[in-house]
């Protein structure tokens, strides 16, 4: 995880996958946040931090992460983070309008998963709202997965399954990454079929693209970004959901 951690800081402001991220959520963030003024924000999980400059301007933000790395580098530029596991946040019932958990619950060991996601709904107001993006599409499994000691890949089915479980009830849910899906279907396929790379070798999983290629993938995937605003993806890479808590 270390290691995820460190490629991740490189990679984050540049390249497109991460760019096309922040866009991909914005719009939930915007939805989740609507008529609240300065909500608390709780990022589970928060790695190198990287995602509170997307949350930063939607309100007061907070981070817990588990891994010292991480906690290193999030403490540069920002300071209300706390060293804790998602499965038991440090913080009282109720403390916050709004969770996020962005590729985190895939991670986590099946003793795990449900626990973690009924922190989330346990730390949420009533009426507040969670923005959750995980790993999909077992078929997608490749060498990224080594990197990101990733546990299981969701299906909408199951990623519902779940946060209903937790008390959530689902607003919006769609796949990310669409446009990509053909290409990556046939690369991750081939790496299963030759042999998925150790850890050391995963990471060059997120290395920056050359610069035209890494604009290139940016604009598709930011036509799908502006897609997204009004239509659900039926396959992609990963999943997304906005859920709530009922009021």
């Not at 290691?3 to 914005?26: D, G, I, M, N």
């Not at 779940?162 to 279907?185: D, E, I, N």
Request: hydrophobic fraction near 45%.
């Amino acid at each position: 995880m270390d290691r995820l951690l460190a490629a991740t800081q490189e990679a984050e402001r540049r390249h497109f996958w991460f760019r096309s991220f922040r866009r991909f959520v914005r719009p939930l963030l915007e939805q989740a946040t609507t008529g609240c003024a300065r909500p608390r924000i709780l990022d589970c999980g928060c790695g190198t931090g990287g995602n509170f400059r997307l949350l930063d301007p939607f309100g007061r933000t907070f981070g817990c992460e588990l891994t010292r790395a991480g906690i290193d580098v999030a403490r540069r530029h920002h300071r209300r983070l706390t060293r804790a596991s998602v499965t038991h946040l440090p913080f009282p019932d109720g403390s916050f309008e709004l969770v996020t958990s962005f590729d985190v619950l895939y991670c986590l060991q099946d003793s795990e998963e449900l626990l973690a996601a009924r922190e989330m709904w346990r730390v949420l107001k009533p009426g507040g709202a969670a923005i959750v993006n995980v790993a999909a599409m077992r078929m997608l499994t490749g060498n990224h997965s080594v990197l990101s000691e990733e546990v299981r890949r969701y299906s909408r089915a199951s990623l519902r399954r779940l946060l209903q479980g937790a008390g959530f009830s689902v607003v919006r849910m769609t796949h990310t990454y669409a446009t990509l899906f053909p290409m990556m279907l046939i690369m991750r396929t081939a790496q299963r079929l030759m042999g998925l790379q150790p850890e050391e070798h995963a990471g060059r999983e997120i290395a920056i693209p050359p610069a035209p290629i890494n604009a290139a993938l940016a604009g598709v995937l930011a036509i799908e970004a502006a897609a997204l605003k009004f239509v659900d993806m039926p396959v992609g890479s990963s999943i997304l959901c906005l859920a709530r808590k009922a009021g």
